[in-house]
């Protein structure tokens, strides 16, 4: 008896535990469809005070990109190798880190040698001139000798013509006068020979002088190659530290003294995969972040994209396993501000790979969720739910790929209880 009067008890208690569990559940139903009611009422109620703003759609543009890696780097770089046949180094004019201009002095090559054969052929040149000189002011003399002999000749010709009287007389002077123009003629020839001869000498004088002229300014080249200058403007880099005063490379040895970095505006280089390659092509817009400048974009644009791959093994510890190779392309993209971008800064690119220009509307106003999203448009007076398929988001803005048209007003930011069929007044 105890037995079963302790198991009814036991039976009783279950069935208690039960009731407060149905009964604690009832409580929260009721409490959570209290809540809901209220909420609704709110939203009903708001709806009523809220006025209603109908839109239009609006063109916007979407753009899709492509993210990807690249480097800053300068422009380009000028390397700067020692010539094995100028000699020793003389002087180097620059320092690691200096800032240069374009047609500034880098370092000389020791030029002596040169230099003597330059003095020596200005002065072969001097004396070649002055040679000239000299020969054109005989020349000018001897000219004026045949002038003074012609003109005598023929005024002692013209003076014995006029004073004859008689015969004898006619005879003896025409014989006078015939001594004195052979005689002048014998002076003047001898003057023209000595005239043709230094006008010889003048022409080899100034053969000279032009022979002393190009092998001086053949010097002058060659002593100015020895002086090696700075083709573009930038910072010196990679100075070579083992070289300096009276060093000399040796045959056939092809060694760097210095680099020159350009101070024109900084480049990003990167490498694509053949699938990035496929979107990606010269004259895309790009923005470019870096995790070293928080908060800061870039813009610019892709303005070099390799044809030709490079290819890149991969690692492989099995020697015996052929390695594959993965194609990959290199791509340079110039920048329309540098300012905060340093060489060397890692970056991200977000490639535009596509823009389009679609319909739009205020992600506001879109409702519903996934593939059952609509929105509120205004038809025949009335409010309607209409479907509509979005696109892709961009900022403030979702893209409507089909349901809506320009010409349709829709609701800008309905609420979740909204009385279909509503009438409207324009």
Do not use: C
Not at 106 to 112: N, P, T, W
Not at 135 to 153: N, Y
Not at 350 to 361: F, M, N, P, T
């Amino acid at each position: 008896m105890e037995t079963a009067k302790g198991i009814g008890v036991e039976n009783e208690q279950v069935r208690t535990s039960r009731q407060k569990k149905w009964i604690l559940l009832g409580v929260l139903v009721l409490l959570f469809i209290s809540v809901m009611l209220s909420i609704a009422v709110i939203e009903v109620k708001k709806s009523k005070s809220k006025p209603l703003v109908l839109i239009k759609p609006t063109e916007k543009i979407f753009t899709k990109t492509k993210t990807v890696s690249g480097r800053v780097v300068q422009s380009h770089a000028e390397t700067i190798y020692l010539n094995v046949t100028k000699g020793s180094i003389q002087e180097i004019f620059v320092k690691e880190g200096e800032t240069v201009t374009k047609g500034q002095k880098l370092f000389s090559y020791e030029g002596s040698t040169v230099a003597a054969e330059l003095g020596q052929a200005e002065v072969n040149k001097n004396l070649a001139e002055t040679s000239v000189t000299q020969m054109k002011e005989q020349i000018t003399s001897l000219e004026q000798d045949i002038r003074e002999a012609e003109s005598t000749t023929t005024t002692d010709t013209t003076d014995t013509t006029d004073t004859t009287d008689t015969t004898d007389t006619t005879n003896t002077i025409d014989a006078v006068d015939t001594a004195n123009i052979a005689t002048k003629a014998i002076t003047i020839q001898s003057i023209q020979a000595e005239l043709n001869k230094v006008k010889a000498e003048l022409r080899a004088a100034e053969l000279k002088v032009e022979k002393y002229t190009l092998q001086a300014e053949k010097l002058k080249s060659e002593l100015e190659t020895l002086t090696v200058i700075s083709y573009t403007a930038g910072v010196i880099s990679n100075l070579n530290q083992n070289v300096g005063q009276g060093f000399r490379a040796k045959e056939n040895q092809q060694l760097a003294i210095m680099q020159i970095a350009s101070n024109d505006p900084f480049q990003i280089e990167g490498k694509l995969t053949e699938a990035e390659k496929a979107k990606i092509t010269s004259g895309q817009s790009i923005t470019v972040t870096s995790n070293v400048v928080a908060n800061k974009k870039w813009k610019g644009k892709i303005s070099e994209v390799s044809d030709y791959p490079t290819y890149k093994t991969n690692a492989n510890k099995n020697k015996d396993i052929q390695q594959e190779t993965n194609p990959y392309y290199s791509f340079k993209a110039s920048l329309d501000s540098q300012k905060g971008l340093y060489p060397g800064y890692n970056t991200m690119l977000d490639v535009v790979v596509q823009s389009k220009q679609l319909l739009a509307v205020p992600e506001t106003s879109i409702m519903g969720f996934g593939k059952s999203t609509y929105v509120y448009v205004q038809k025949k007076g009335k409010i309607q739910k209409q479907k509509v398929e979005t696109g892709q988001k961009g900022g403030k803005w979702v893209a409507i790929l089909k349901g809506l048209k320009e010409e349709d007003k829709i609701e800008e930011n309905p609420s979740w209880i909204v009385r279909l069929g509503t009438s409207l007044f324009d």
